[in-house]
Structures are given as C-alpha cells and as structure tokens.
C-alpha cells in the first residue's frame, strides 16, 4: 500500500515542480501564468539550443528558498524544461513528500512551451498525465506581435563569461507580459548565460551552462495522445489522490 501523504504537501510539490504556475514561485510570463510564450523572447535569435538550468528562487532578503537543477531545450521557440523532483532543494519543503512523489510516479516533471499550440503544458510522464494552461490573451490573438524593449544596465562576468546585463520588457497588445534582467554573451549569438525575474516578493535567478546549438530531437516537445489532461494543478492534485485512495482501498481487501 502505497502512503497517503500530506495534501498541503503535495499540493505544495505540484506548485514547484509544475513549471512555476501558481504563484509561489515568481511565474516565467504574466503572473500566475507559469512558463509562457513571452518567456522564449527573452533568448532572442538562439532559439534552438540544449543548455543546463541552475535556478534558484531567492526570498525578499535574497536568501536562497529554493534551487531547482533543471536540463533545457529548444528548437524553433519551443521549449522544454525537466525537473527531477529528487534534485529540488529547499528549506520549507519536506523531503518526505518527495519521496512518496517519487513512489507515485511523479518524480519526473516536464515543462513544454509550444507557440503553435498556444499553450504550454506541465507533464508527468510516471502518471501520464499532463496540465494544460493556454497562453495570455494577448498572445492567443492571431499574428500577435511581440514588442521587446531592452535596456541596458552595464557590464559584468558571469563565471567564465563578458556579460551585459540588460532589463528586459516584454510586451503584446501593449500589455507587458514579463519583465526581466537578462545577462547576455555577445559570443554565445548573445545567449542570456542568466536570466532573473521578481514576482509576489521573491526572486527566480537561472543559470544556464553547458550551452550547446544543437537541434534537439522533435520527440522532446511532444504530449503523448493517450496521456490525461488535467485544467490545473488542483485539478491534478484531486485526480492523484483520488487513484491514491482509490489503491489504498483495494490492497485493504
């Protein structure tokens, strides 16, 4: 019999893990809205890449809350993030629930940002099972044009690399649908070797290393057919435990 753990825990894991969507981690495009399309704009022409993701989520201090080891990938302004859970550090979140993530199959998270689909999804493929959340409005209007305005804030390293810091609006329908600080590589097409965002208090910082300009494989950014969609990640918490209790019951016959 598998444990029926905590609901504040698990919903608290599905917060972190489903690509920053509800709030306690500052979103990566309009808030509350997760990983969207305004959030590719800020890689410029390096649209096709692999690269690995250090992120950290800071508190209004800029003490480290959170850090977050992801892989990344991308090929013509689709993105894919992956998370281990077993990777994801933090002071406020219970190992133990981790674990028994891990035992019911959610131990591995994909976020996938696909523009043509005009959505971006959060998958569990140990549960085949994903959350769909569609993009800003301004976004899902035919042809919309992204207005980017980007300022510069000086120069600094980044461990091995020149950098130049710039802030980073981005914008559609005159609706500005992310704001960031960017640190960009004239060397590397101009990648953003980090990328730092504020929302609610606290503060995502991601690093990206190991930047390769390789095509990944289409499979990547890919839901499979037969996998269960779900409209939030409450709506996916309810449907977990659910089959949880749904199990518990039958071992207890």
């Known amino acids: 019999m598998k444990p029926l753990f905590n609901v504040f825990a698990l919903g608290l894991l599905v917060q972190f893990a489903a690509g920053f969507a509800l709030g306690q981690v500052p979103s990566l495009g309009a808030p509350g809205s997760g990983v969207s399309v305004a959030f590719i704009k800020l890689f410029g022409g390096a649209t096709t890449f692999t690269a690995k993701v250090d992120a950290k989520v800071l508190s209004s201090d800029r003490d480290p809350w959170l850090t977050l080891p992801m892989q990344a990938a991308a090929s013509d302004e689709k993105l894919q993030l992956e998370l281990l859970l077993e990777n994801l550090k933090g002071k406020d979140v219970p190992e133990m629930a981790i674990a028994n993530l891990k035992q019911v ?24 099972s994903y959350v769909r ?10 042809n919309a044009q992204f207005e980017i305005e980007k300022t510069e804030l000086g120069k600094e390293r ?6 130049t810091k710039n802030r980073v609006r981005v914008s559609a329908k005159g609706v500005v649908l992310l704001e960031a600080t960017t640190w960009n590589v004239a060397s590397l097409r ?18 990206f290393s190991e930047v390769q300009f390789v095509k990944p494989a289409s499979s ?6 037969d996998y269960t969609e779900y409209a939030n990640a409450q709506a996916l918490m309810l449907g977990i435990m659910k089959r949880m209790a749904g199990e518990a019951s039958l071992n207890s016959k």
């Open 190 to 207: 101009g990648f953003p070797v980090r990328i730092e965002t504020a929302e609610g208090g606290r503060t995502l910082v991601m690093d």
């Open 133 to 142: 959340t569609p993009f800003e409005k301004e976004a899902l209007e035919e």
């Open 105 to 128: 199959g959610m131990g591995r998270v994909i976020t996938l940002v696909l523009p043509a689909k005009k959505a971006s999804y959060i998958v569990y493929p140990g549960i085949s």
């Open 220 to 225: 990547k950014f890919e839901v499979p057919a």
């Open 158 to 163: 980044i461990g091995v690399n020149d950098c």
